[in-house]
């Protein structure tokens, strides 16, 4: 699991909280059930049996893999439309290209980001390369929908083409935990990731034994996604392992800490950290379209059906270095 990696005791250390502060609960443990998405690729549906309230502002989220693919088998999806929110894919092993009908795109790899806001309506595609069709190899990665505002649902769709250089690095007080923030601020270090609802983003690796506390805004919710490894969750040392997602409940520190013993192909504890600022409107799914009210979904698909997503552009995929 490269994603990016550094020496943490080069790296500005967060401080540990307070004793004043409040540790957040953990309300619960769910793990994720696997299936498959687009064209066949394996996935874990990291949100699913938790209440829609305690993922606001979050809407969906699978982790794509981790496969390795034989020659011929990478797969990824066909065009399909988006409204109404943001979808955020995260490479951690492997490539994979995007194109869309408003010409976003390129190609991310280990620990790049590509922060598409689907806002008023597009069309868009992910796939692996041609290559890697080809040799096959290691795929592994995140995608996060967050929803958006009812006033920013229309806003002209944008793209983010976020480098794995960019992100935030960060060390734990005790120099156990390497921290990449994405997008949203820890503890004054911002992520390069721009958001229309304030969250937070932060993929953390913990090696065994160590322990993370980190601060938390309190107008945030607060999730920990298991990416690999094992270990525990809040003050109550709660155990978790890969595929687990652990719901926190109101305070302003989180606390994590890796298993002395890991897995021998996962030598870490490697969490996904996620909050945000709930919105507290009404949600209403279909698909690809998430909205306000039933309405907007059937204006969405007769938008969708007429063309006013946009067109699809040529078979060339626009690569960045």
Do not use: C
């Not at 190899?137 to 649902?153: C, D, E, R």
């Amino acid at each position: 699991m490269p994603a990016v990696t550094a020496d943490t005791l080069t790296l500005p250390r967060i401080a540990t909280p307070p004793t004043t502060a409040q540790q957040r609960p953990v309300r619960a443990v769910t793990t994720a059930p696997s299936g498959f998405e687009g064209e066949g690729f394996p996935v874990r549906r990291a949100f699913a049996g938790v209440a829609a309230a305690e993922l606001d502002p979050f809407i969906h989220m699978d982790q794509m893999g981790e496969v390795e693919y034989a020659p011929g088998e990478p797969r990824g999806t066909a065009w399909h439309p988006h409204r109404g929110f943001e979808t955020v894919t995260y490479i951690i092993d492997g490539v994979f290209e995007h194109a869309d009908s408003h010409g976003g795109g390129g190609t991310i790899t280990n620990g790049d980001t590509q922060w598409m806001t689907a806002g008023s309506g597009i069309l868009h595609i992910e796939k692996p390369p041609e290559h890697l069709v080809m040799s096959g190899g290691l795929f592994h990665g995140i995608q996060l929908w967050v929803n958006l505002p009812s006033a920013n649902k229309f806003n002209p769709p944008r793209y983010q083409d976020i480098r794995a250089k960019q992100a935030s690095l960060l060390s734990s007080a005790d120099g156990g935990a390497l921290l990449r923030v994405i997008a949203g601020d820890v503890a004054g270090h911002p992520g390069p990731g721009s958001t229309f609802t304030p969250i937070t983003l932060v993929h953390a690796t913990i090696s065994p034994g160590a322990e993370l506390q980190v601060p938390w805004r309190t107008d945030f919710n607060a999730l920990a996604y298991v990416l690999a490894g094992n270990g525990t969750v809040g003050t109550e040392a709660r155990p978790v392992r890969k595929g687990q997602l652990a719901v926190f409940g109101k305070g302003d520190a989180l606390t994590l800490k890796a298993a002395t013993s890991q897995p021998a192909a996962e030598p870490n504890l490697e969490i996904l950290l996620l909050g945000g600022r709930p919105i507290r409107e009404p949600v209403v799914q279909y698909g690809p379209f998430v909205m306000n009210t039933r309405d907007e979904i059937l204006q969405a698909m007769h938008d969708f059906q007429s063309g006013r997503f946009g067109v699809i552009p040529g078979d060339k995929i626009p690569h960045t270095d």
